[in-house]
């Protein structure tokens, strides 16, 4: 056994273990990356990061689900890891990183304490939205649904949520899921996240995924997005077409400790 470095960070109640990598030395089989993100068993996690080394930005963003398998893009992960670049001396306070659907720019907007920052991250454009009577789908990084509902507080995410991200029409890899309140000019959202299997306080691509449906409804490109973990900014400039630029998403991320453990 040999004993790794870690740091955990949340973002609105998203969390994430955080491992320098930028070495490139150190390898974790799926199934110990599961076990440090197991709640009972490990540290704890959304997903698990690996900051690895770039000769084409500041880093790499390697981005695993807690079930131990590698993922497409995570917005709040990505806030945090900026965050965990800049306290390190790895950028300043603009960066640009390589994640899973391309690169990323980073900016640290307000350092409100030594473990505290507001963060926003540039998102993936979207150019295709697919519509429907009955929700939304599309993708920000990551392949979201997102459907309108009304009291979006009382409904059981994880039940309806685990359908739609089951179903045959989204099969073989899934979605993840969103159930949206439009209500006092702002979004609330709820997700059920693939690979987490159950619901999150908060999804980064999630919550992109749903201001940028909620335009269809509102015609608003600036959104507050209300989640169960905290309070999201999402800006976008949209385009004929469906097809959405400039996407930012702004939000806090935090420090919560670091440590050692056994492999």
Not at 102 to 112: L, S
Not at 143 to 159: C, G, I, K
């Amino acid at each position: 056994m040999s004993k790794i470095k870690f740091w955990k960070y949340q973002a609105n109640g998203n969390d994430f273990v955080i491992v320098d990598n930028r070495e490139d030395e150190l390898q974790l089989s799926n199934e110990q990356i599961q076990k440090i993100c197991d709640r009972h068993f490990g540290i704890g996690a959304d997903g698990f990061i690996f900051v690895n080394s770039s000769d084409k930005a500041d880093f790499e963003m390697l981005y695993y689900n807690s079930d131990g398998q590698i993922s497409s893009m995570c917005g709040n992960g990505g806030r945090c890891i900026a965050m965990f670049a800049y306290l390190h001396e790895i950028s300043g306070e603009q960066m640009e990183f390589k994640a899973f659907d391309g690169f990323h720019n980073a900016i640290i907007e307000d350092r409100m304490s030594h473990n505290l920052c507001d963060v926003s991250l540039s998102m993936a454009d979207v150019d295709e939205v697919h519509k429907s009577k009955l929700f939304y789908f599309l993708d920000t990084g990551s392949p979201h649904y997102v459907e309108f509902v009304e009291q979006v507080a009382e409904l059981d995410v994880v039940s309806e949520g685990r359908k739609t991200r089951h179903s045959e029409r989204f099969m073989p890899d899934g979605t993840n899921v969103n159930f949206v309140e439009i209500r006092d000019e702002r979004l609330f959202v709820r997700t059920y996240e693939r690979g987490v299997e159950d619901e999150t306080l908060s999804c980064g691509t999630g919550v992109t995924a749903s201001a940028i449906a909620a335009y269809f409804v509102t015609g608003k490109n600036s959104q507050i997005v209300h989640t169960t973990g905290g309070e999201f900014i999402v800006d976008f400039k949209p385009h004929p077409g469906d097809i959405f630029t400039d996407v930012w998403l702004r939000g806090p991320a935090e420090l919560v400790f670091e440590g050692e453990i056994e492999i």
